[in-house]
């Protein structure tokens, strides 16, 4: 099994900053696809960043410029560096691994969700 803990939400200032943990442990051979989504109150849930094995990266249009996903591959731990932060970003941030496992099945596992509120 695999297991994600997010942690690095809080509560900012807007035009501040924060940094997204998500450290995954288990039985993992490789991370595959990361991905950082966030929801907002009654609003659907959206893709924030995405990052392939080889190191491609992608961005929603409202965060580019501002975000970055990046990785550790001995910590196994993802990372959403946020930056510039506005009102409108906070919401719930959920990290999402495309996983091997040791049994080379590639399943996919959510976090648990971290809060992040921008006051302004």
């Known amino acids: 099994q695999v297991q994600l803990v997010e942690s690095g939400g809080g509560l900012v200032q807007a035009g501040g900053s924060l940094k997204l943990s998500c450290a995954a442990s288990?039985?993992?051979?490789?991370?595959?696809?990361m991905r950082w989504y966030r929801q907002a109150p009654g609003k659907q849930r959206e893709l924030v960043a995405h990052?392939?094995?080889?190191?491609?990266?992608n961005y929603a249009d409202s965060v580019k410029g501002r975000f970055t996903i990046s990785r550790d591959n001995a910590k196994n731990t993802v990372y959403l560096q946020m930056n510039s932060l506005k009102p409108e970003d906070t919401a719930v941030y959920y990290c999402?691994?495309?996983?091997?496992?040791?049994?080379?099945?590639?399943?996919?596992?959510w976090g648990q969700g971290t809060q992040v509120t921008v006051s302004s």
């Open positions: 990052m392939t094995s080889g190191g491609s990266t």
């Open positions: 999402n691994l495309d996983v091997k496992d040791t049994a080379r099945l590639i399943r996919t596992f």
């Open positions: 288990g039985s993992i051979f490789s991370i595959n696809v």
